[in-house]
């Protein structure tokens, strides 16, 4: 992911802080440390859109830095506890998004229900993963998703999917919600709580990187559009291969996040510096969401000239 020259340079641009911090010192940074010693540091009530993407209770080695499975009870009290350091961070209209699998849904539930509004469980279909013998496949995570308040930012237009109509019904003549395009019938549809068009970052997708647990651009470019405006500000507290903060870049937010491995930091921001030349995210084009293995249709439809360099990418998304 980087060679040593790019490690030794880019690990000097991650800030790391020993004292309390304003909204200026941490706009644009990824900070190195153990989230548990620098929240204090953090400024009060700067959070548009928190995600959180903490490690699942599960023992995992993230390159050199083992998670180990806790009881499920002391999983709840670590997880209340990153939530509480947050808290005093969020606006009075923040949203809040929390990752999980199957097993920790259940125990994070309870705190985020303590704590706040909770509005939905997202759940997607990761669409890659080991089968088993003796049990179904594991197959899909959840995403919470919860506001400070009962005000919130939430923005649908943003996120429809562009989907193809297979039986498309006529009102009087007229196309019913869908538009003929040059190589089909398409209708922008809702979003549901159900997401199957995305799967994790494959090996010859651009955006793959080494991280054990790497999210899709495709699926936080759905929570960033949904839930912030432009430059609101997006924080990721276990900020990974960085691809929260890339997306939120991407999509003009400013943003800011930690990390304790600085590995995954020097991937972050060279994913950063990378989306500041390419802006492209795969699977959304000219402002729509496209169903999952939908490139050649992307081709054929997208607009000319469109902003999108990765339409070269991986054939799989
Ligand atoms: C589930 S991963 C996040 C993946 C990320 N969303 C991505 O797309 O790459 C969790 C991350 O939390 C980091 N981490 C674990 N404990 C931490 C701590 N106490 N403080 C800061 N980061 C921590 C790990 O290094 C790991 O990269």
Redesign the pocket.
């Known amino acids: 992911m980087c060679s040593e020259k790019e490690y030794h340079e880019l690990a000097k641009s991650i800030l790391q802080i020993e004292g309390n911090t304003s909204l200026e010192q941490i706009k644009g940074q990824l900070i190195g440390?153990?989230?548990?010693?620098?929240a204090a540091y953090f400024p009060k009530q700067f959070i548009d859109l928190l995600?959180l993407?903490?490690?699942?209770n599960l023992t995992?080695d993230?390159?050199g830095?083992r998670?180990k499975e806790l009881h499920k009870s002391s999983y709840a009290l670590w997880f209340a506890e990153?939530i509480d350091l947050l808290i005093p961070m969020l606006k009075p209209r923040s949203t809040i998004y929390v990752?999980s699998d199957w097993k920790t849904s259940s125990l994070v539930l309870p705190v985020l229900e303590d704590r706040f509004f909770v509005r939905n469980r997202i759940t997607w279909e990761r669409e890659k993963g080991r089968g088993a013998n003796q049990n179904w496949k594991n197959n899909t995570e959840d995403i919470w998703f919860c506001t400070n308040s009962k005000q919130y930012y939430f923005d649908v237009d943003l996120v429809k999917i562009k989907r193809k109509v297979l039986a498309p019904y006529r009102f009087e003549g007229k196309p019913k919600d869908w538009t003929a395009e040059e190589d089909g019938n398409y209708r922008l549809t809702y979003p549901s709580n159900i997401w199957t068009d995305i799967t994790i970052p494959f090996w010859s997708m651009p955006e793959n990187?080494p991280?054990?647990?790497?999210?899709?651009e495709k699926l936080?470019a759905k929570l960033i559009l949904a839930s912030s405006g432009k430059n609101d500000f997006v924080f990721?507290?276990?900020?990974?291969?960085?691809?929260?903060l890339v997306v939120a870049e991407k999509l003009g937010r400013q943003w800011s996040g930690?990390?304790?491995?600085m590995k995954?930091l020097c991937?972050?921001k060279k994913r950063i510096y990378l989306a500041q030349h390419d802006p492209a995210i795969q699977g959304y084009r000219d402002g729509v969401f496209w169903e999952r293995n939908s490139l050649p249709q992307q081709r054929k439809t997208s607009f000319a000239g469109g902003r999108s360099k990765n339409i070269q990418g991986s054939l799989l998304e």
């Open positions: 440390g153990d989230f548990f010693d620098l995600i993407d903490p490690p699942y995992k993230y390159h830095n998670f990153v990752c990187t991280h054990p647990t790497q999210k899709p936080l990721d507290p276990f900020v990974g291969s960085g691809t929260t930690i990390d304790i491995n995954y991937w972050a």
